[in-house]
Structure formats: C-alpha cells, structure tokens
C-alpha cells in the first residue's frame, strides 16, 4: 500500500482538518461527534440539508457542504456509516427552525442509522425528514443494500434541494423535490482496479490484467458482470445500454409519516425517458480515472444520447464521488424539469463545487 497517510487511523480525522483549514470562510469541523457544517450556520428560518456516508467517497459530502447545497455533512471511518449521534449532533448545530431533510444513500448502515437519527431529532422538537437515494440500475440487491444502491444522483440531490432551500422552500416542498430527483436519476458505474482501504492496506478486490467489472459499487461490491477489457467506447455503450434499457419503474422506500409517526414502505412510479426528453449527464471519476478520459466517455455518450433523441442541457465532468484510488467511472442520467435546471444553475460556494458567486 502506498498512500499520503500517517497512521490509517488517523486519517479522517487528519483529512477533515485539513479541508477545514483550506476553507475556513466556508466550513467548520466538530469533532466527538464528527461532523463538517456551513461556517454560517444555522440559517435562521431556511431548511438545513444534511447528508453522510463512509469516508472514502470524497468530495462526497464534506466537500459539497456551503452555500447552496449541504448544510452539514457526517463522515464515518472508510466505507463505514457514520452513526446515530454524528447525524443528530448536524442537525442540532444547523437548525435554523425551519426544519431538515437528510439526504440518504441507500446502504444498509446509513439507512439504519438515519432512521434513528430522525426519530431522536424529533423527539427534541426538530421536524426532521429523510429521503432514500436508490438510483443505481445495476443490481437490485447487493452486499450493502436492500434495493438498488445510491449513487450518483446523490450529488445532483444535494445541489438541487440545497438551491431550493436557499430560496426558502419548505421542508415538504424539497423533500417532495428531492423524491422527483431520485426517481429521475440512473446511474450505472464500471471499475478497471480495486482500491486499497487504508485499514485494510490490501485490495478490495482483485481484477486481472485484462478485466473489468461492470455495475460496480463505490465500496468494491460485485456488479452485472466480470467481463475482458473493451475500448472506452465499447464500456461507454454497455453502461449507456443499461441505464436506458432500465425498465424498473415502480419503487419501493422508506420514508417517515407524518401523519402517522412512523417509517411507512411508500410505493413510488416513475415514467419511462421519451425522445425530446431533457438531461443533466454526469460523468464521475471513481478516483484513479484521469479527466482525459472522462471527456472521452462523455464524448460518446452525448453521441449516443443525441442519436436516441435525448438532449443533454447540462453536464458535470469531474471526480466527484469517488472510491478512493479505484480507477473506473460512472454515468447518471438526470430527466430535467424546468425546476430542477433553474435549481441547478443557481448559485452554490462549497469545497468542490462552486459557480454563480
């Protein structure tokens, strides 16, 4: 193992200490519990946006913490949820009164953990709501999960409810924004290597020479198929092939009821993409992949997209939500509404993704 660490145990902590003060005007860090949250927070009277995971993934979420985006973002230790306590101690530093939305992958541990974050931020008075992200086509089920994964459309989430907070929408309103974002998102990712926790300090997993594995996770778990190395156009087609042959569209998540005050299973529909259709295609490094090659997959599937008749109106090009130092991409589709774009185009200050100030 070769990596810019000291001690594996010390490396999150070391690593948020570092972001922190490279953007002291944006961020501040607590430690025991350990959370990143907006230097200005709380915005009194605006829904705060809270989001979290293993480390690992980063930028995602402590780099997309600022104006316009996340209010407060819970790392765990690598590829290990962040706890019960990180997410209520957020939600407690940020609240402005107006209530919050947490923002959820969905892996086991962080819905778990969530879920009883919620119930403990309610039972202090704070209105607290929570949306599943699920938007990976590749598997159904998988080590981590019950259901598809939450990947890509994540970050999209995060900047589009975090825009609609910061133009003073209600906590209902984004939580319904942000249910339309997950059920219009697909993502579908593919690995060329493993990547090495630093705990672990050995592969994940092990490819050989001239394998790839398609529908990859972000923590290393198995996808579609273990296939021979193709051209970037060949991968770029199959990973376009899945997500627009996904035919999955009816849902299942947990969300709370109000009403009722409890976790209820709420069945959700989604519609089919039509020719004319309008997208906001994100192309994301798993880390080791150089952005040389990104645009070279994104070259081929606006190509693809244009000749299924799909407009690609917005893009985002980047390492973004990563697996440490595995080299692969992914590709989320995101159907566009006149909403969520103006909601995209408006102005966010964070770490890792800023434009409009």
Known sequence: MKKLINRPEDFVKESLTGMATAYTD????????????????PIQGQVAIISGGGSGHE?????FVGLGMLSAACPGQVFTSPTPDQMLAAAEQVNGGAGILYIVKNYSGDVMNFEMATELARSEGIRTLSIIIDDD?????????????????TVLAEKICGAAAAQNYSLREIANLCRRVNLQGRSVGVALT???????????????????????????EPGIERVSLRSGDEITEILWRTL?????YHR????????KEEWVDVQLLNKPWE????FLAFVNSMGGTPISELYLVYRKLAELCQMEGLQIVRNIIGPYMTSLE?????????????????????PVKTASLRWGV
């Open 137 to 153: 086509v590749a598997v159904k089920d998988s080590l981590y999960t019950q259901g598809r994964r939450g990947v890509g459309t």
């Open 26 to 41: 944006i961020i501040k860090v607590n430690f025991e519990p350990t959370f990143v949250y907006r230097a200005d927070a």
């Open 59 to 63: 930028p995602m979420h402590a780099g």
């Open 194 to 220: 493993s990547c090495t926790v630093p705990a672990k300090g050995t592969p994940t997993f092990a490819l050989g020479e001239d394998q790839i594995e398609l529908g990859i996770g972000i923590h290393g």
């Open 275 to 278: 020719k004319g259709d309008r």
């Open 326 to 346: 595995m080299q692969g991409c992914s590709i989320t589709l995101l159907k566009l509404d006149e909403e969520m774009l103006r909601l995209w185009d408006a």
């Open 252 to 259: 299942t998540v947990r969300e709370w009821d109000e009403r």
């Open 244 to 248: 627009i042959e996904d035919t999955d």
